[in-house]
């Protein structure tokens, strides 16, 4: 065994005294009492699996001026995401095969953490292949930042049986292109009443009725009517700290911009108690990363989207500590589904899986500061929320951050092709 590293873990759903011991980059044995490696001593301090976030726009290529793969997989270290699924809307989009074998390139000598390369999807998509080198593939059904879109029932259908044939899963951006209104608008709440919650709920509808077989996973549900509908499918419905926290009178004008849109105050209320009673699945940031500079133009030519990967587990480790959120059903949404939905060994504390590890102190409340993140937009739509960081975060059995510095190598991997590696 290479480590031994003892506290109050999560296992099972439940926290713990115990050792984990770490060989290899995985967890070889969780026990009690543990000896015979190098040990770590957290006492009284809580281990949890390093997050999964399965939904990230890192911007590279094409747009590294807002972000690339360095700062958005540091930023997202700091944050405990130790794996990020990276989308397809880069310029150019990560549309074949070629296009992800070159970003794979890029991103393996630059990121922080473990990353998948999610496979963006056009009508006429190759998606098999496609599929061997993808973790996962999108599809938007309605226009946003740079996006291919899929609207057609026929190609919906036809692309997902591709998919699950690949075995993977489709992520699906679900607005309907055919309702969303184009009029010019000045805030938030034009902004929500062009592409309104019953844009979301058309395309929910519409998926579920044309693909009730297929392996899909709703990106960032917005209202609980969508929620709804999408009971009794199989699909995964990820939900946002955005759509939870934030709002159309947020007071954030064209930083506040984002597709879905950020819906009503009741419905934001709606939204976040449906989490905190487990209607949700996955916890996904949908960083979307976009300068101040450009979030600061006029309402109209502000583009959409903002970032969160560093802030999403914080944020909601902050409700756990008041008692509003279970951490065990925390630990869930942000690891151990999105690990298995999209086939990965990570997101648990349990032998076997990669030993990828953020350790809280839940008595650090702090506040948040643009100062202090690394993405490379330099702000966040959360100023001055409190929020609990990890103290530690571990990358496959290596400490990775120690109290707010980087202490490790730099090793993050393509989750894809290290599975073909063995
Ligand atoms: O607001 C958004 N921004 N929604 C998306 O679906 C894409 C994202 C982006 O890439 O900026
Ligand atoms: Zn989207
Ligand atoms: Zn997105």
């Not at 109050?8 to 115990?18: K, P, Y």
């Not at 990020?84 to 992800?100: A, E, F, S």
């Not at 709703?218 to 499918?233: D, I, M, Q």
């Not at 702090?366 to 993140?373: A, C, F, Q, S």
Request: with cysteine; aromatic share 4%; charged share 25%.
């Amino acid at each position: 065994m290479d480590l031994i590293i003892e506290g109050r873990a999560l296992v099972n759903g439940r926290l713990e005294q115990c050792c984990i011991g770490v060989d290899g980059g995985r967890i070889v044995a969780i026990k009690k009492d543990l000896r015979g490696a190098k040990r770590l001593d957290l006492q009284d301090r809580i281990i949890l699996p390093g997050a999964i976030d399965p939904h990230v726009h890192l911007r590279e290529p094409g747009s590294t001026h807002k972000e690339d793969f360095r700062t958005g997989t540091l930023s997202a270290a700091f944050g405990g995401v130790t794996c990020v699924l990276d989308m397809p809307n880069t310029v150019p989009p990560t549309t074949d095969l070629d296009r992800l074998r070159e970003k794979r390139a890029t991103a393996s000598s630059k990121a922080w953490v473990d990353f998948g390369l999610i496979g963006g999807l056009g009508p006429k998509s190759d998606v098999l292949g496609m599929a061997a080198e993808a973790v996962a593939f999108k599809l938007f059904m309605g226009s946003t930042t740079q996006s291919n879109l899929v609207t057609e029932s026929d190609d919906l259908q036809r692309l997902a049986g591709l998919v699950k044939r690949a075995g993977k899963v489709l992520s699906v951006h679900a607005e309907e292109e055919g309702m969303i209104k184009k009029d010019r608008v000045d805030d938030l709440e034009g902004h929500n009443n062009n592409r309104g919650p019953e844009c979301e709920l058309h395309a929910v509808r519409r998926l579920r009725e044309l693909l009730p077989e297929a392996p899909v996973n709703v990106c960032h549900v917005t209202t609980v009517a969508a929620l709804k509908a999408l009971e009794g499918t199989g699909f995964t419905k990820e939900v946002t700290p955005h759509h939870m926290l934030l709002d159309e009178r947020s007071g954030l004008a064209g930083r506040g911009k984002v597709n879905p849109p950020l819906r009503s105050p009741e419905e934001r209320d709606a939204v976040i108690n449906a989490f905190i009673a487990g209607q949700f699945d996955i916890l996904a940031s949908d960083h979307a990363p976009h300068t101040i500079d450009e979030k600061g133009q006029e309402f109209n030519s502000a583009p959409s989207g903002v970032p969160g990967v560093e802030t999403s587990v914080p944020l909601m480790l902050n409700l756990v500590k008041k008692g509003r959120l279970d951490l065990g059903l925390l630990a869930r949404c942000c690891a151990q589904n999105p690990g298995e939905r999209f086939g990965l060994k990570k997101g648990r504390l349990a032998v076997g899986y990669d030993a990828d590890l953020m350790v809280i102190d839940p008595g650090k409340v702090v506040r948040i500061k643009t100062d202090h993140l690394h993405s490379k937009c330099t702000w966040t739509p959360y100023e001055r929320l409190e929020a609990i960081f990890p103290e530690m975060v571990f990358l496959r059995g290596d400490a990775l951050i120690e109290e707010g510095n980087i202490v490790g190598e730099r090793k993050g991997r393509d989750v894809v092709t290290a599975k073909l590696s063995g």
